[in-house]
């Protein structure tokens, strides 16, 4: 019989629960913010190169490892730590002015965001750049 939907026992024996996780954890916000950069990278990526076919799949196979690179991601967050049953995830706000732990020591949320994001954003700023370049220069 086919199940769509799996009992909650399924998962038990890979979840930890982990006091805190959700007062001093990275916000999920943040790891959205990144899947987005990615995604708008991607975006741009079809925009400028994808003009004919063999583009096309060259573009299709760089979407499959990206999707398969972000679920493992995406995997890998739901298998991490989870939050005790209860406890209150804190507000996006809170976590920018709030502690983030990390490896070696603990950092606002703030910091924590821009050691995500600023490298991806800076990436998918020059993608587009790099694609307007090629756009352009092939019209003149």
Known sequence: M????????????I????PGVAS????PGAL???VG???TMLTSFWTFFARDTSAGLVMTMVTVLMIVYFGLIVGG?????????????RSFREFLAGPV???????TGRQAVIQMLFLPACMAVLAAV??????VSQMG
């Open 101 to 107: 732990e990390t490896l070696n020591d603990v950092v």
């Open 24 to 27: 001093r954890g990275v916000h």
């Open 32 to 34: 959205l913010g990144l």
């Open 2 to 13: 086919l199940t769509l939907v799996h009992d909650v026992d399924d998962y038990d024996a």
């Open 37 to 39: 950069i990615y995604a």
């Open 77 to 89: 967050i739901l298998a991490a730590d989870a939050a005790m049953p209860g406890e209150r995830q």
């Open 15 to 18: 979840e930890r629960t982990a």
């Open 130 to 135: 790099i694609g307007i370049i090629a756009r």
